[in-house]
């Protein structure tokens, strides 16, 4: 099992960390929001979905330096669902990848601006995608807004409530988790083929390929709040139990999410299978993903 | 004097209303994400800004159906800022247009995902527009997006600070009012003409329009923070004096703001003069801006 990203990761997120860097300097941003957004947006965290933009654009064939405006704008479309997740009237989160969250060291009504320019600063970055025909640009402001209206659907249902509590429980924690995780994994995957100008056979498969990885990203997630030590994460884990949420865990056992995930693992491999050696670092992603411990 | 908008403006906003009605059928969202999103998007409001992106349109000589979906999204973006800006950690506002504040009605988590939402619904609206080339679509939502941003860091400055306080205080005033009122007006004028595919001419006189009503409409704004009554205009006035906060008319008095207001309706006015009889419900409507009450 890796207990490690693929080689080529770390020069893809150093790649990904300049990109964000450059679009900092917003020049009509007053410091404290830019110190606010560097904050949330370059901390510690995994870069996974500019990553997978990346990928899934060299797997269809692209030159991933056409997908570097996508990829940064999922991670501030993500950096900024996290700022707002940990918001007081939210989740209540201190603490975010072992560093005060946002709201704590800047204050709430700076958090509050500072998720709301990621999100606006995220779209903006698609207009500068380069499109040789306006099908193109529609489509990835299109799949990122659906993406984020799926996100924060997913966020009220997880948080204030609403959805239908005489269903299956299982159904009940799969459409959250495709909601508030997968919607913007699925979206990272498939902006990274729109990109690459993907025909339709390659944009199906990298489609399947983001769903099962999305779903299967937050299962192992799940597993990781009931398996893991906080020292081991750098955030708070056994929430889920204390706040009575309902997760693959708790619905299937330790082992049947496991099992679960395991399956979703060989499905997105299984879609990736026709793109051959060009997609060959998703693969061992998908791989890394499935066993993760953080 | 006019006292009342112009006698089409009542039937631009009844299919404004229409079309917002239309987009909050998202079958994805939980019903409190819709009913707070009516709340916030279908209350008593103006509709300023979605008119201004039709009748742009139309004084260019577009089709007002063009630009529909942009207009509905700068209203979009207009409500979710009032939404953030109403909450505790911001201005807490508790009453907006004689009505409770989204986050007093549904509660503070809901009104801060509420207003994230609409954000993103308004930039997915943007990919509905019909584009003849890639370059209409890339600059609608870069013209939104830049506009949001300059918004948010008019927010900053408003409420947590930061900007240069050495600086001359009109120069303050000014530029919080060009970002966090101006921009969205000047945006919203700009992308009614960009849908309506204006030349270089027409462009340049409709932002020349839009940069002196988006000034003179916040000056007026202030004016009626100091001479108008709360009963009279459905939201807390003598606010700005309260909050210690810098105004036209606290920099300027009264008469010098009043002056000033009407500079920029002149030259409002002047910037429309030669697109003739198709822009004659904008000059109309630029009179009535410029000495409304409330």
Redesign the interface.
């Known amino acids: 099992m890796p207990i490690d990203p693929p080689a080529r990761f770390g020069e893809i997120i150093a790649e990904i960390d300049r990109a964000i860097e450059d679009r900092l300097n917003?020049p009509?941003?007053?410091?404290?929001?830019t110190d606010s957004i560097r904050h949330a947006a370059l901390g510690a965290g995994k870069r996974l979905r500019p990553a997978l933009t990346l990928l899934t654009c060299e797997a269809v064939g692209g030159d991933r330096s056409r997908a570097i405006s996508p990829a940064i704008a999922v991670e501030l479309i993500h950096a900024?669902s996290l700022v707002?997740d940990d918001?007081p009237?939210?989740d209540n989160d201190e603490l975010r990848r072992g560093e005060p969250t946002v709201h704590v060291r800047f204050?709430?009504?700076?958090a509050?601006?500072a998720?709301?320019?990621m999100?606006?600063?995220a779209?903006?970055l698609?207009?500068?995608t380069p499109?040789?025909?306006?099908g193109?640009?529609?489509?990835l402001?299109?799949e990122?807004?659906?993406a984020?209206?799926?996100m924060?659907?997913g966020?009220?249902?997880d948080?204030?409530?609403?959805?239908d509590e005489n269903a299956d429980p299982l159904a009940q924690v799969r459409l959250i988790h495709e909601?508030k995780t997968g919607a913007l994994l699925r979206a990272s995957c498939r902006m990274g083929a729109i990109a690459a100008d993907a025909d339709d056979a390659a944009l199906d498969a990298i489609t399947t390929f983001g769903e099962s990885i999305g779903l299967m990203f937050q299962i192992v997630d799940d597993l990781i709040d009931v398996e893991q030590h906080e020292s081991h994460t750098g955030k708070k884990t056994g929430k889920d139990h204390e706040a009575g949420k309902l997760t693959y865990p708790s619905v299937l056992g330790v082992q049947g999410a496991r099992d679960e995930a395991n399956r979703l693992r060989d499905e997105a491999a299984g879609a990736l299978s026709h793109l051959g050696e060009r997609s060959r670092t998703l693969q061992e992603l998908t791989a890394y993903l499935a066993c993760r411990t953080k």
Chains 1, 2 share one sequence.
Do not use: K, W, Y
């Open positions: 917003e009509s941003f007053p410091q404290l929001l900024f707002h918001l009237a939210l204050g709430e009504a700076t509050i601006l998720g709301d320019a999100m606006s600063m779209f903006g698609l207009a500068e499109c040789e025909h306006p193109m640009a529609t489509a402001v299109q990122l807004a659906q984020t209206n799926r924060i659907a966020q009220v249902l948080t204030v409530g609403g959805g909601q």
